[in-house]
């Protein structure tokens, strides 16, 4: 059986490698704190018996060698980097439930035929560079292009990132042959209250939801507060309202199926005394049906063209990321409701506001989630939290599931 002993010390032990300074744990892809992380998983997995690895861009692979070399490898893991001021379950809870899984599998004794590899991947968050694209490049979405295209909010590029940080970059070895996984599990927080709020302990993901991101940036001219409000360009206000108008409407029109956030917002100069010249914003769209997130991305547009002549400004819409809803495979979820269910573990089934690395790896490989409860659904945030308790039982599963698909041809 899991030991929530040691995925307690792993997680309390990842979440100190964080930007100092921030409350909860900020660890950014290609920063000092996501190095110091990678180093400390490396030794965990070495001393637990696995090989372990980098591949070119910073996602960071422990093999526990099966008996056949030729069998596609079974993958489990999550993300090692997390927003800023985030909690330190999210992501990193799955790279140490398939850790310890691996140290129950070699503890068992009984070697697999398909090589087992835990996974912590890189860039899951979009919070430097665009999300999802360490998984992108493990999947081969993503090639050299982007390496120079791809830039943080200070210019650096992806490739630069990568340099600086000692990693190859060497895409040849990072991107994975299609028939070389047998499958990708993933367990992470639930991040919302269903499974808290069922008393259920573990959830099993059927669709994850899409999330598609937009850069939009408000063109007006600064001026003196004293400017008449029918005289001004008020890029501020042009914003606030496009933004207050969008999110009554997502409430009002989309309840329970869609969601819209505006997490980054930034005048320009940022005075008190000055009407802002310019205004950018983040725009995140969230649902689990394609025609919905169409439907907003058009909304969105129409506001940007009324604000326009409404405000005397000019904007800019620019897509920053878009992956699709997303189902997982059926058969795996299967597998591991039924490893749950033997294990006297209840489940439900439920889809993922949140998105995963799953839903890239479901686009080329068959992939799976499993969820455990997020207490009070608090994520992104220092107060995410979970009782390891609930981590060794989704370990359990996690080893059983893998185990039995082991078995499958
Ligand atoms: O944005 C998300 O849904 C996830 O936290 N990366
Ligand atoms: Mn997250
Ligand atoms: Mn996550």
Redesign the pocket.
Known sequence: MADRFRIQNNLETLRDFSAPGEEGTTRLSYTPAYLQAVDYLKKEMEAAGLRTWEDGVGNVYGELKGTDETAPVILSGSHLDTVRCSGYF?GQAGIVCALEAARMLKESGKPLRSSFQVLATIM??GARFP?LTGSRYIAGENGEAQLDTLRDQDGVTLREAIRQCGFSGNLEMTCRKADSIKAFLELHLEQGIRLESTHTDLGIVETIYG?RWFTVAVNGATSHPSTPMNLRKDAGIAACTLISELAALVEEHYPNRATVTFGKFENHPNEINAVPGRTVFSVDFRSGKPEILNELEALLKEKLKAMESRFRVKTELTLYSDVPPTPCCAEFSKILEEQAAALHFSTLRMDSG??HDAMIFAKHWPAAMIFVPSHNGLT?CPKEWTDYGNLAKGADVLCAAIRQIDKLD
Request: charged fraction near 40%.
């Open positions: 999210d899951e968050e999300n999330c949140a998105g992104h």
